[in-house]
């Protein structure tokens, strides 16, 4: 098997480049002579470099990893759940360095684009600078024809945007795809079409289009209702009842949670039941039914698993509806689970995002009453991460009111 020495030394002279031509003034002819001999390992820097002089890709001078490797490497990515809220950090910094080692000499293949893009998304949660890989794996994915994971990948893409609070710019992202893929006559799966009008849908509310998300989520109904598998139904009906309870149609809000319900009964799963009583809970504090909130946050509580996306936020209805029925002792005990001011990961919409930290200001009215000195901390961040919603969403009046009565001199 050629070396990368080899392999450098051989396309210099293929090319009629002289050793001095080709370091520069970046590299010294000795070292240069020791990395052909494969004598020293160049930098990553000094590899682009010679690349560069060359006038090939960086990847051509790396032997590309084998399949076996490639695959073996998914696999175990996969085995420990990629993406699964909540976020596992040191798990994912591991699965990180672990694809950081082939990044340079990965395939133009479908395996390869995979693993371009967990780098991608693995680094954007990392808080580090890979977007060119995902751009990387879109048009490896693109030339593969291979159009549902090309559109996964154009879906991150919106999804990074949601998460830095950019959501005008994130719905007309999702506009354009629609149409793209409309012009073009893409074929592309039933669940990626559903997923699709989801993405639109949410992010036509995020900027508070109600109709024209009403609109989108509709289409996403018929088209789930007329599959076999009920594609994503329970996230399209909660979606659908948070509609039309914001525009006072309460009795189609009625009909959706029905539906949702009876979803539920035929799934009769954990995430089903909690997918139902997340909704009984919200529309019982909307309508200020804190004892029927209570009863569904409880019930929420033992369907939402520890490692589900569901299970703190139980606790925000939890610790709530028993501070609002004047159980104080109880709802210090709920509110005790909630270690951080927004679940990790999940719950990037803003309507999520700001129902959340109302909740959680009567954590920080709770703790203000018995003068507990972490009141002031609480609300301030709550409010600041409303205030940071407020392109889309004004801040409630449940937190200004909190805000001002805890910040207010004594």
């Known amino acids: 098997m050629e070396t990368l020495g080899a392999r450098i030394k051989r396309l210099r002279k293929e090319k009629k480049i002289t050793q001095s031509a080709l370091v520069g003034d970046r590299l010294t002819k000795g070292m240069l002579s020791l990395i052909e001999n494969d004598k020293a390992?160049?930098?990553?820097?000094?590899?682009?470099?010679?690349?560069?002089?060359?006038?090939?890709?960086?990847?051509?001078?790396?032997?590309?990893?084998?399949?076996?490797?490639?695959r073996a490497l998914l696999a175990d990515i996969k085995k420990q759940g990629g993406f699964s809220y909540p976020y596992n950090h040191h798990q994912i910094e591991q699965n990180f360095v672990k694809i950081q080692h082939y990044v340079a000499q990965m395939p133009h293949n479908f395996e390869g684009a995979l693993l371009l893009r967990y780098y991608a998304m693995f680094g954007?949660?990392?808080?580090?600078?890979?977007?060119?890989?995902l751009e990387q794996a879109m048009?490896?994915?693109y030339d593969s024809n291979a159009m549902d994971e090309w559109l996964d990948t154009k879906f991150w893409q919106i999804n990074t945007l949601s998460h830095g609070k950019k959501y005008h710019e994130a719905l007309q992202h999702g506009i354009a795809l629609k149409q793209e893929c409309e012009q073009q006559q893409y074929v592309i799966s039933t669940e990626k079409q559903i997923h699709?009008?989801?993405?639109?849908?949410?992010?036509?509310?995020?900027?508070?289009?109600?109709?024209?998300?009403?609109?989108?989520?509709?289409?996403a109904y018929d088209i789930s209702m007329a599959t076999n598998q009920l594609l994503r139904i329970d996230d399209i009906l909660r979606v659908l009842i948070?509609?039309?309870?914001?525009?006072?149609?309460?009795?189609?809000?009625?009909?959706?949670?029905?539906?949702?319900?009876?979803?539920?009964?035929?799934?009769?799963?954990?995430?089903?039941?909690?997918?139902?009583?997340?909704?009984?809970?919200?529309?019982?504090?909307?309508?200020?039914?804190?004892?029927?909130?209570?009863?569904?946050?409880?019930?929420?509580t033992s369907f939402a698993k520890e490692d589900s996306a569901f299970h703190s936020l139980s606790y925000y209805y939890l610790g709530t509806?028993?501070?609002?029925?004047?159980?104080?002792?109880?709802?210090?005990q709920a509110f005790d689970h909630i270690n951080e001011i927004l679940p990790n990961g999940a719950f990037i919409h803003p309507y999520d995002r700001m129902g959340l930290c109302?909740?959680?200001?009567?954590?920080?009215?709770?703790?203000?009453e018995y003068g507990n000195a972490e009141a002031l901390p609480l609300i301030t961040a709550l409010y600041e991460e409303a205030q940071s919603l407020t392109s889309s969403l004004q801040v409630t009046a449940i937190i200004e009111e909190a805000y001002a009565l805890i910040t207010a001199p004594q």
């Open 41 to 70: 390992k160049p930098s990553m820097e000094s590899l682009t470099y010679i690349a560069q002089q060359l006038h090939v890709q960086v990847e051509q001078l790396m032997a590309p990893v084998s399949q076996d490797t490639l």
């Open 124 to 133: 954007e949660i990392l808080g580090k600078e890979t977007a060119p890989y």
């Open 321 to 332: 509806a028993h501070y609002l029925l004047g159980h104080k002792k109880q709802a210090f």
């Open 196 to 219: 699709l009008l989801f993405v639109i849908s949410a992010l036509h509310l995020a900027v508070n289009n109600l109709a024209d998300s009403y609109h989108f989520m509709l289409e």
């Open 139 to 141: 048009q490896i994915f």
């Open 242 to 300: 948070l509609i039309t309870t914001l525009e006072n149609q309460h009795n189609e809000a009625s009909d959706f949670l029905q539906k949702l319900y009876l979803f539920s009964c035929f799934k009769n799963d954990d995430p089903a039941w909690a997918s139902y009583y997340i909704m009984k809970a919200h529309l019982a504090y909307l309508h200020k039914d804190y004892t029927e909130m209570l009863r569904a946050a409880k019930r929420l």
């Open 358 to 368: 109302e909740l959680l200001s009567y954590k920080a009215r709770l703790l203000h």
